[in-house]
């Protein structure tokens, strides 16, 4: 049915740090167990279809750079079969677990809605067929309720109950995809679901919107028996100005007014952390923090760029830090770290696409390993344990026992003559620490 384009390369294998070929995994050895458990299970990688296989290297001021022969004639069945195969094919050739797709990605374009079902299930069929023949597993499904047309004015959130309803029919349709191909998870990222300007948009109804919609998507999965995690992904804007899912504690603000904080998770995407004008490690920590941390989107933005540009990931410090978080959270439980990135524009040799994942999967590892030497060296945990002692003793728990006022708290200042002396929060010696792990 369709020429293996990536025929010519051989498996990605762990060869150690001092391996010669470029393509060979130095520091991800996916069955060497760290604290307890192995990499592979651990880290749970996912490629992307979106941008891996289906974005052509446009941007807003040229067109497409790269020739992938599915992408070259009519987007037709062919073509998305062409895709499919190939995209599991070298999920398969980077010996990673899992790939993560929008019912778009992988289906025939569709003109009506019926359509689109009937052209997701001829999809479902074949990818059914694909994760057996290489033995790969889906991280997460999700459905595209930004790219066409009809969602300008977002999905959940459009002034347009017919919009709404055809993204109803979408997202059911992925939910049920992603059911069937034995998904861990299913990702709403609602990169339309804000606005443009408050001069048109009334807030409290697209709010209310967006949580009957979150509602019923979580009834849905309960009906149909789904055991994955509902996952939104947060990003503060891009496409629109301002974006409902900010960052993880709007999100969880969110959650608790519609009833929904037990049922639904994050997907915590670095670029996106970057975005809200946080770092990644405190989009996993307040997540952790609010009890709904669930998986990784991977890729990061550029320093003096203040858009997605969805590079992967390249710092060991960044992703050293983001793993202390994740080891913190007690590591995945149905979640993965996603690679939602792109190759640059200029990248066009099929070889580019595995020089990205190669160096980032090894960059992900090695974050694993420098946080798991850092917990079990214990200094970190050790000196934060005892920044806050004060908070087991006496006082801590007299702050905290139901009867005792503000006034109570405010008297025993003043009765014991409280003097209290700054203490040192020893930053300087903590960033020496993890820069000797590094
Ligand atoms: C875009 C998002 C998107 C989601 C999936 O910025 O990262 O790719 O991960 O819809
Ligand atoms: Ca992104
Ligand atoms: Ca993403």
């Not at 004639?73 to 037709?76: E, L």
């Not at 999905?155 to 002034?159: D, L, R, V």
């Not at 003096?304 to 969805?310: L, V």
């Given at each position: 049915m369709s020429a293996d384009y990536f025929a010519s390369f051989d498996k990605i294998t762990y060869a150690g740090p001092?391996?010669?070929?470029?393509?060979?995994?130095?520091?991800?050895?996916?069955?060497r167990v760290v604290l307890g458990k192995r990499m592979e299970d651990h880290l749970r990688f996912a490629v992307c279809m979106?941008?891996?296989?289906?974005?052509?290297?446009?941007?807003i001021f040229g067109a497409g750079t790269f020739q992938r022969p599915w992408l070259s004639?009519?987007?037709?069945a062919k073509a998305a079969a062409s895709k499919r195969a190939n995209a599991l094919s070298f999920v398969e050739k980077l010996d990673v677990p899992f790939y993560c797709f929008h019912?778009?990605?992988?289906m025939e374009p569709a003109n009506t809605a019926a359509e689109h079902m009937a052209h997701l299930a001829d999809a479902v069929d074949h990818l059914e067929e694909l994760q057996q023949k290489h033995g790969r597993k889906l991280l997460w499904g999700t459905a595209n309720l930004?790219?066409?047309?009809?969602f300008a004015a977002g999905?959940?959130?459009?002034?347009d109950p017919e919009v709404y309803a055809f993204g109803a029919m979408q997202v059911r349709g992925a939910l049920d995809a992603t059911h069937r191909l034995g998904g861990s998870g299913y990702v709403l990222w609602?990169?339309?679901?804000?606005?443009?300007?408050?001069?048109?948009?009334n807030l409290g109804r697209e709010l209310d919107n967006f949580g009957r919609f979150l509602s019923l998507v979580v009834e849905h999965k309960h009906k149909i028996g789904f055991k994955g995690t509902i996952l939104i992904e947060p990003k503060p804007?891009?496409?629109?100005?301002?974006?409902?899912?900010?960052d993880t504690a709007t999100v969880y603000g969110f959650l608790k007014r519609y009833g929904l904080e037990n049922e639904v998770k994050v997907n915590i995407e670095a670029n996106h952390a970057t975005l809200s004008g946080h770092t990644f490690e405190h989009e996993l920590a307040m997540a952790t923090t609010l009890g709904i941390f669930g998986s990784i989107d991977a890729n990061r933005g550029d320093h003096?760029?203040?858009?997605?540009?969805?590079q992967f990931p390249n710092s060991v410090e960044e992703l050293t830090l983001a793993l202390i978080e994740v080891i913190r959270a007690g590591g995945f439980t149905d979640g993965g770290f996603n690679f939602d990135s792109k190759v640059r524009?200029?990248?066009?040799?099929?070889?580019d696409l595995f020089h990205g994942h190669v160096g980032a999967i090894d960059v992900v590892a090695r974050g694993l390993l420098n946080a798991a030497a850092l917990i079990e060296d214990g200094r970190l945990d050790a000196f934060r344990a005892e920044r806050y002692?004060?908070?087991?003793g006496e006082l801590g728990q007299l702050v905290h026992?139901?009867?005792?006022?503000l006034a109570d708290i405010a008297d025993l200042a003043i009765a014991r003559d409280l003097r209290p002396a700054p203490k040192s929060g020893k930053q300087e010696r903590l960033e020496n620490l993890i820069n000797r792990f590094i």
């Open positions: 001092e391996a010669t070929s470029e393509l060979s995994y130095r520091y991800y050895d996916k069955d979106w941008h891996t296989f289906c974005w052509p290297g446009n941007d004639g009519p987007a037709d019912d778009v990605d992988v930004f790219s066409h047309p009809r999905g959940a959130t459009n002034p609602g990169g339309r679901e804000g606005y443009e300007t408050l001069l048109n948009t804007h891009e496409p629109t100005k301002h974006q409902y899912d900010f003096q760029n203040g858009w997605d540009t969805d524009r200029q990248s066009v040799d099929a070889e002692a004060g908070w087991t026992a139901p009867a005792t006022s």
